[in-house]
């Protein structure tokens, strides 16, 4: 059974009540077991933290011993530099996500210092860009 391990940064705890015009209505713990269902042969885990260090520890965690992990930074995406550091240190691709899409929004969320080090980047397609994520992990 493959296991991918789906990561969730600072303030994606607060999906469903934070800016639902742009992040949608649902939060992620809704969300989740309709995705689990979808792929019943995948192990699909779940962890968030509003935490850069804890981000990067459960990406340690688990960077060597599943398949992939799908990664939403929120905002450390266009900041840390350790995440990045991070990323390129594992074993197992990491895609980049974003619910809404960056480039639609803000100057500053037009830059991802964890790109780079990223299998790929999925942003724009709502909650559905975990599916697309999980769908390029297992191809």
Do not use: W
């Amino acid at each position: 059974m493959k296991k991918i391990q789906i990561i969730n940064g600072p303030n994606l705890n607060l999906l469903g009540k934070r800016e639902p015009g742009i992040y949608g209505s649902s939060s992620f713990d809704a969300y989740l077991p309709q995705l689990q269902a979808k792929y019943p042969d995948v192990e699909i885990s779940y962890y968030q933290s509003n935490v850069e260090g804890e981000l990067i520890n459960k990406m340690q965690e688990v960077g060597f011993s599943c398949d992939g992990i799908v990664l939403n930074a929120g905002a450390y995406t266009h900041t840390s530099v350790a995440l990045q550091d991070c990323i390129r240190s594992l074993a197992v691709p990491v895609i980049e996500v974003h619910i809404s899409n960056v480039h639609q929004r803000e100057e500053f969320r037009h830059k991802s210092l964890i790109s780079c080090a990223c299998k790929g980047v999925i942003c724009g397609f709502g909650l559905d860009s975990y599916r697309l994520a999980v769908e390029a992990l297992l191809a």
